[in-house]
């Protein structure tokens, strides 16, 4: 199995009573809003990692920029992905390791067109994730 990485960008991450996560509002790639400058209440982003448990993750970085601006830096040694990963080693048939980042942005204040870029850095490797690109609707088009 290959290092990959995704992303999924929504309006709420909840972390549900009975373990589950629940991702509310999830967008694609494209999200488009009435006016600029906006502000957006909340924007939040599932960032996941996954690698073979033959290779595991020595460090992990998790990036979030808007436009250029870092939104989220945050990495994880050696220490803390060990400590995640005795919690999959439950797990009977594991195809492999995942780590996981809840990025909450809140509010969000954006001046123009931008566009919201994820990637990892594993072992010094960046890994692209999705993007998310806000832009101003279409003339006519009805947002909810």
């Known amino acids: 199995m290959n290092r990959y990485t995704y992303s999924i960008f929504c309006d709420d991450i909840r972390n549900e009573v009975n373990g589950k996560t629940s991702l509310i509002g ?24 996954v690698t073979d448990h033959d290779n595991p993750f020595k460090s992990l970085t998790f990036k979030v920029l808007v436009g250029e601006d870092p939104a989220f830096d945050v ?3 050696e220490d803390e992905i060990q400590k995640i990963s005795q919690g999959q080693e ?9 780590a996981q ?16 870029k994820v990637f990892v850095v594993a072992d010094g490797e960046k890994l692209d ?13 009805i947002l909810g």
């Open 75 to 77: 990495t994880l040694g």
């Open 101 to 116: 980042a809840v990025v909450v942005m809140s509010p969000l204040s954006l001046q123009g067109p931008s566009t919201i």
């Open 26 to 49: 999830v967008v694609g790639g494209l999200l488009y809003v009435n006016t600029f400058p906006c502000v957006i209440p909340k924007l939040c982003v599932l960032i996941t990692a």
């Open 129 to 141: 994730c999705a993007s998310l690109q806000i832009s101003l609707a279409p003339e006519g088009a």
């Open 90 to 98: 439950l797990i009977e048939d594991p195809k492999g390791f995942a």
